[in-house]
């Protein structure tokens, strides 16, 4: 037993410690944010850990990243990305209250296919932006970190 504890141990200390470059930290957040913003719920992990692996970027950073959709920003955000997508669309955000004023589910319900690609052409923007300064502003962090983490005690 206490060899998988060690090897499961091992793992996870790797895992946290791989790839730990300020550029791959800041791309990372970058490409972590991105994907939290994109509207694909129940499977941000799974493509999170893929995109890590392929571009050998630090999985627990690149998923945390991604974690900016939870339930206490994912209302904001998403009604963020439905104005922005209905305003590339349309050309007014008007429509992305439509079918909150009805109050009918059946309303809401026809138009959900509709709101869906706004919110996806709405978190392809806002997720490119947010991705690119928070990326920034962590890869400025890192290179601000590392000297202090390298320096002797």
Not at 37 to 44: D, F, M, S, T, V
Request: aromatic share 10%; net charge positive; proline share 5%.
């Amino acid at each position: 037993m206490r060899g998988y504890l060690r090897r499961a141990r091992a793992w996870f200390h790797e895992l946290l410690r791989a790839h730990l470059t300020p550029t791959s930290i800041g791309v990372a957040v970058g490409l972590g944010i991105f994907i939290g913003c994109l509207p694909i719920y129940g499977i941000h992990l799974v493509v999170c850990v893929a995109a890590a692996r392929s571009l050998r970027l630090n999985q627990a950073i690149l998923y945390a990243a991604a974690n900016i959709s939870n339930p206490f920003f994912a209302p904001f955000l998403v009604t963020a990305e439905i104005a922005v997508g209905e305003w590339l669309r349309r050309g007014d955000t008007v429509g992305s209250a439509a079918p909150f004023t009805d109050g009918s589910f059946w309303s809401m319900a026809q138009q959900a296919p509709d709101l869906f690609l706004s919110c996806s052409l709405g978190s392809l923007v806002i997720g490119g932006v947010l991705g690119a300064i928070l990326g920034v502003a962590a890869l400025l962090a890192a290179r601000q970190w590392r000297p202090l983490a390298e320096s002797p005690a």
